[in-house]
């Protein structure tokens, strides 16, 4: 994708950019998921930290995600981020990622449009990418699945975007849908290009610890879970170790 397949376009309070190629000439009411109703288009909705919608269009689908916050801020503050430039908000910078890793051909969502809604010093934020099928690895993981094959792919797959510099700011199990022999990550808020560094193992550490959540119990009982583990460390370090 080159940089002329991305669009700018200011409407009012709004600032868009856009894959002119799906989106075309983006408008305030294609990151409202009340439009999206109107037009028949809205085929699912998703709840978690954003909410999200699956819209269907024409040969592919969406995913329109609003940006919400998490952690201890949540609880005073919903949606709202502090303006400090177009290209320093929070879906232009995951609309970039997603755009300049899609062309490296890492497993990622396709980027569709980013919109930023400024109210005064704060805005409110959606992205809309094309949705990956698969399920998440979370799903996987609480139907017993340990396929070390499984789990290698997974390794090898966090291997080449590491190897890239690319630092995902929220991998766990969730975040990785996995359908058939691909997998592919999602979800790369805050997410940022490093150097290689020890962030890498930092990295796949908290992936573990999302494992270990999820499985509870099972995780220190069952030698399976610990071969499956290490199968996706030699994956991931077979590809670091590559370059």
């Known amino acids: 994708m080159n940089s002329e397949s ?9 600032l868009m950019l856009a894959d002119d190629r799906r989106l075309g ?35 592919e689908q969406w995913v329109l995600r609003h940006y919400r916050r998490g952690g201890m801020v949540s609880r005073w503050v919903e949606d709202t981020y502090l303006y400090t430039g177009a290209e ?13 890793m899609e062309a490296r051909g890492l497993p990622v969502p396709a980027p569709v449009g980013a919109c930023l809604s400024r109210q005064g010093l704060l805005y409110r934020a959606d992205l809309i990418s094309v949705r ?9 993981l609480m139907e017993g699945d340990s396929d070390p094959g499984l789990f290698r792919r997974v390794g090898e797959v966090i291997g080449r975007f590491h190897a890239e510099g690319i630092f995902h700011a929220d991998l766990n199990a969730h975040n990785i849908l996995v359908e058939g022999e691909c997998v592919h990550l999602i979800d790369f808020d805050r997410s940022q290009w490093r150097r290689p560094g020890h962030w890498q193992r930092r990295n796949l550490e908290r992936l573990q610890r ?29 590809v670091i170790k590559k370059g």
């Open 6 to 14: 991305l669009f700018l376009s200011r409407q009012e309070s709004c």
């Open 132 to 140: 990956v099928p698969g399920q998440p690895l979370s799903k996987r």
């Open 88 to 100: 320093r908000s929070r879906p232009f910078r995951e609309l970039r990622l997603l755009r300049a």
């Open 25 to 59: 000439h983006p408008k305030p009411e294609h990151f409202e998921p009340r439009w999206w109703q109107g037009a028949g288009r809205v085929i699912g909705e998703a709840k978690g930290r954003g909410s999200a919608w699956f819209l269907n269009i024409d040969t």
């Open 210 to 238: 999302s494992v270990k959540k999820i499985l509870a119990s099972d995780w220190a009982e069952e030698a399976q879970w610990q071969q499956a583990w290490l199968a996706l460390e030699q994956g991931w370090r077979d």
